[in-house]
């Protein structure tokens, strides 16, 4: 079968690098109602676009929902600077189908580091083109897969409109904040340093996923990482109704977005 390479990989590592920068500027321009405001976009960016849209909905189809929802979830995923949705699910799929094994694109046991910050072996980028064909037949994929970069410049400019500051507080560092959050996600909740932080298990899965629960308040329930590798088709990332096990993108799946479980 054909391989696809990911070509905007090292493009999407490098503007995700270079927006690191923009820290210094928010600490010069620091208010409460700019981190407010940052907070409140990288809840959007990492919640509604990524965990809810790229991760739950595009990669495992957990639920169904209709054209409204899937274009704001693209969009706010497109803005977190994360890549397409499409490189996302054929990076996502590839992670569990070797889940810490050599073929995983971000396995930590190849360097924790260098995984935290995205330098993934090329080798490990390339993915099925029978999936990449079947994801771009989605218009809607295939749109914001198209025009990846021409969004974001074009959220850019709206902001620069609005409010030169903008481009700090409501993109660059809420971007920053969901690269750094992609890291936990991928890094730290499979590596040995997870039972230390209190990282627990709920399944005896064949990888070294772990739940960290005190992430909830940035990661937003998908912290519970040990639980959505034992049931990853699972609407919900809860394996019990323990208080450390609350998944409020659930609740919002269910009730703000209201889509049905697959």
Same mark, same amino acid.
């Given at each position: 079968?054909?391989? =696809? ?8 590592? %490098? ?7 923009? =820290? ?20 959007? !960016?990492?919640?509604?676009? *990524? ?22 979830? *693209? ?15 054929? !990076? ?14 971000? %396995? ?24 990449? =064909? ?11 897969? %198209? ?8 959220? =850019?400019?709206?902001? *620069? ?15 920053? !904040? ?85």
């Amino acid at each position: 079968m054909k391989k =696809v390479f990911a070509p905007t990989h090292k493009k999407v590592k %490098n503007l995700q690098w270079f927006l690191h920068l923009s =820290v210094f500027p928010a600490i010069y321009f620091s208010t409460f109602n700019y981190w407010l405001i940052a907070l409140i976009t990288f809840w959007l !960016m990492h919640g509604v676009g *990524s965990a809810i849209g790229a991760h739950r909905y595009y990669t495992h189809r957990t639920f169904k929902t209709n054209k409204f929802w899937e274009i704001l979830m *693209s969009f706010f995923f497109t803005i977190s600077t994360t890549g397409s949705t499409i490189g996302y699910t054929m !990076m996502h799929l590839k992670h569990h189908a070797h889940s810490d094994k050599d073929q995983d694109p971000h %396995n930590p046991k190849l360097g924790f580091w260098k995984t935290w910050w995205g330098m993934y072996e090329e080798s490990k980028l390339m993915f099925g083109s029978k999936v990449y =064909v079947r994801l771009m037949q989605d218009p809607i994929m295939k749109f914001f897969h %198209n025009y990846y970069f021409a969004i974001i410049i074009c959220y =850019v400019l709206i902001l *620069s409109i609005i409010d030169p500051i903008l481009i700090i507080y409501a993109y660059a560092i809420p971007a920053v !904040m969901q690269f750094q959050i992609n890291a936990i996600l991928i890094v730290l909740v499979h590596s040995d340093i997870a039972p230390k932080l209190g990282g627990y298990r709920g399944y005896d899965t064949n990888d070294n996923s772990y739940n960290i629960w005190w992430l909830k308040p940035l990661t937003l329930g998908e912290e519970l990482h040990n639980n959505h590798h034992g049931k990853p088709a699972s609407i919900t990332m809860a394996r019990s109704n323990s208080w450390k096990e609350f998944d409020p993108l659930y609740y919002f799946i269910k009730y703000v977005i209201r889509g049905n479980p697959n």
